[in-house]
């Protein structure tokens, strides 16, 4: 029994050593894994802070990197507004350029394509010859005038401006019939001969040689009223002067020999067109179209037809040609 006994607890005492030895080791063994462990996330650690250091270092050089970049675009969109300023005011310019020699070539245009001969002085200062004629006419219509059995001729250009002053008269009850227009240089120099047959050196004072009378150029007209015939003489005296007095000039007319003129007797009836610029300048100031130096008088052809007047600030001279 005694043998037993000490047999048992030699095995017994040998288990516990086992035992223990196995625990020891599991311990040892834990210890060493959490150990490895712990040097991993030691090392994830350095190499995540590394890398988040690195990515910090990118994103400050990637910052600078952009904020240069912005400062450098922005200081190019300034150069790029500048020039195009710049370029849009010189744009601008040419322009201007292009648009004050349209304006030059046009008013060139507008001057080669009228007639130098519409403002020209005719009463014994300048000639028309034989060959002239408005470049296009036309037959007025027998109501506008005295006599309708005969053919009137006016510049085509001239009608428009006439027709609104027989109709605007005809409006306010004023009684204006035309008895005389456009005058061929043969027809006035047969009516000259006539007159001269009759009154000798006299015709002088109120008849124009040929090639010397306004109504070759087609712009004048010769009004009576319906009750007057060619009794020009009294023509002063009816309401129908006064109200060419008055208004004939907002149609483009002018009596080209009012009281006291230097060129022919007063002559009430006789109206030529110069255009509503040159003939309102005239009605405001009281001048005479003779009595105007014929290079101020040509500033105005260039607006002869115009449907508005245009008003010109300085003055027409009162000087004599």
Same mark, same amino acid.
């Given at each position: ?80 507004? +500048?020039? %195009?300023? /710049? *370029?849009? @005011? ?13 304006? $030059? ?97 006299? +015709?002088? %004072?109120? /008849? *124009?040689? @040929? ?13 009576? $009223? ?96």
């Amino acid at each position: 029994m005694p043998c037993y006994n000490v047999c048992v607890k030699t095995e017994t005492s040998r288990k516990i050593t086992i035992l223990l030895a196995l625990v020891a080791l599991i311990f040892a063994c834990g210890i060493g894994y959490l150990g490895y462990q712990n040097y991993q996330l030691t090392q994830t650690k350095l190499s995540l802070e590394t890398e988040l250091t690195n990515t910090k270092q990118d994103f400050a050089s990637t910052t600078q990197k952009l904020a240069s970049d912005i400062e450098a675009f922005r200081e190019l969109l300034i150069a790029t507004q +500048s020039d %195009k300023v /710049s *370029a849009e @005011q010189d744009i601008r310019k040419q322009k201007e350029v292009l648009d004050a020699i349209s304006s $030059t070539l046009g008013t060139y245009e507008k001057l080669a394509n009228t007639d130098r001969e519409l403002l020209a002085k005719y009463s014994r200062v300048y000639f028309l010859n034989e060959n002239y004629t408005p470049k296009y006419s036309i037959t007025i219509p027998a109501p506008y005038t005295y006599e309708p059995e005969k053919e009137k001729m006016i510049m085509a250009e001239v009608w428009p401006f006439l027709q609104k002053l027989l109709d605007d008269a005809k409006t306010a009850n004023i009684d204006l019939k035309i008895i005389s227009a456009y005058r061929s240089f043969d027809t006035q120099g047969k009516l000259k001969s006539a007159y001269t047959v009759t009154y000798g050196i006299g +015709s002088n %004072k109120f /008849s *124009a040689d @040929q090639g010397y009378s306004e109504h070759q150029l087609g712009t004048t007209i010769d009004f009576t $009223t319906s009750k007057l015939a060619a009794s020009f003489y009294t023509f002063e005296k009816t309401a129908s002067y006064s109200w060419l007095m008055e208004n004939a000039y907002k149609y483009g007319f002018i009596l080209s020999y009012p009281k006291k003129n230097g060129y022919y007797i007063f002559e009430p009836w006789h109206w030529r067109f110069v255009g509503k610029s040159l003939a309102l300048r005239l009605h405001d100031g009281n001048k005479n179209f003779y009595d105007i130096p014929q290079r101020e008088i040509n500033e105005y052809l260039i607006s002869i037809f115009e449907t508005e007047p245009k008003v010109q600030i300085a003055p027409l001279s009162s000087s004599t040609r």
